[in-house]
């Protein structure tokens, strides 16, 4: 096969606060021709994440910063096109960290295959995908249980969404906030949570205590700041905290002030647990298991916000901090 040029999304200054379009650069490659052992694919859907962020700080993230001048990496669903190892075939469906370009040239143990039972693609990065794994573990780590009162911040993201959905499944009850009444309805109406607030239509806790006056049982942590300071305030006795992200302080350029009310961590004898999803890579087959049983049956709706081409990638990643997404966000390149 000749020579195949492919545009790529480069990471050209470190942002200062919300990441600009100038921070990016795209880019063409020439890639070099197949190795023994080596496959070509090429990318149909990459992920834009708001923990890709913290990597774009030099020294600030729990994983290695991105590189400047080099391809911005991130998860990807791709088919193969052209094969020199045996693992691989033509046509395989795959997701990889190789994405933010068109195409990439890698090795078998850098790929995770993937089924095309379930459609569209994306799925893999969402509802089936880190994301949606992220969720799952989430609710295992802090051992959820039916009949519990469960409020999820960030609820109409892509990790948001499917906690939720998840959480009604075990019989629990579903509280979620969100930054329109648009995406309440959607929370409410599509994705069966049983309560949800508008966090940009006033102060949360009152409107959380309105919700939950019995008090909640578990937090699932997206936001951080008010959001965590008022499930703080709203926990029973016992209660489990799981802390996923904190996309509310992700471009804050020098910390904020911890919450006023961590004390109630004491009193109330609560847990919180941090959770990486990377830990938990080898329960993943247990994972599309189970939840991959709930989308063929339809109990469980993956969520998207799709935009088109790999030239509107910054804009979709950038949008993620203005809430311009329900569910994953995802960028369609084929």
Not at 254 to 272: A, D, E, W
């Amino acid at each position: 096969m000749s020579l195949i040029k492919s545009q790529e999304i480069r990471l050209i200054s470190r942002p200062q606060g919300i990441p600009t379009a100038s921070n990016f650069a795209l880019e063409e490659a020439e890639l070099p021709l197949l190795k023994d052992g080596e496959v070509l694919g090429r990318n149909l859907f990459l992920s834009v994440d708001p923990y890709m962020r913290g990597r774009m700080s030099e020294g600030n993230s729990y994983v290695p910063s991105f590189e400047l001048g080099k391809p911005m990496e991130g998860g990807a669903v791709g088919e193969i096109i052209e094969s020199r190892a045996k693992e691989n075939k033509v046509g395989d469906l795959v997701t990889s960290r190789l994405g933010w370009r068109e195409y990439f040239i890698a090795q078998p143990h850098e790929l995770h295959a993937v089924s095309r039972e379930i459609q569209p693609p994306s799925v893999h990065l969402g509802t089936l995908g880190m994301t949606g794994m992220t969720a799952w573990v989430g609710l295992k780590l802090v051992g959820v249980k039916p009949g519990e009162v469960i409020y999820i911040s960030g609820a109409a993201g892509a990790v948001g969404n499917v906690a939720g959905q998840l959480e009604k499944l075990r019989g629990c009850t579903v509280i979620g906030s969100a930054s329109s009444a648009e995406k309440v309805a959607v929370l409410l109406h599509e994705c069966r949570f049983d309560r949800a607030i508008n966090y940009k239509a006033g102060p949360i806790l009152p409107q959380l205590l309105s919700a939950a006056p019995d008090g909640i049982d578990v937090y699932f942590d997206n936001v951080g700041g008010e959001a965590l300071e008022a499930a703080l305030a709203a926990m029973r006795i016992h209660g489990r905290i799981i802390a996923c992200g904190g996309i509310s302080t992700y471009n804050d350029s020098k910390p904020r002030p911890g919450p006023s009310n961590l004390f109630n961590i004491t009193t109330k004898r609560l847990t919180m647990k941090g959770l990486i999803v990377g830990d938990w890579l080898s329960q993943q087959a247990e994972f599309e298991s189970e939840v991959g049983g709930y989308c063929k049956a339809g109990r469980l709706k993956n969520q998207e916000t799709v935009v088109m081409g790999i030239d509107k990638a910054v804009e979709a990643f950038i949008g993620l901090f203005a809430g311009h997404n329900f569910g994953k966000m995802v960028v369609q390149l084929a």
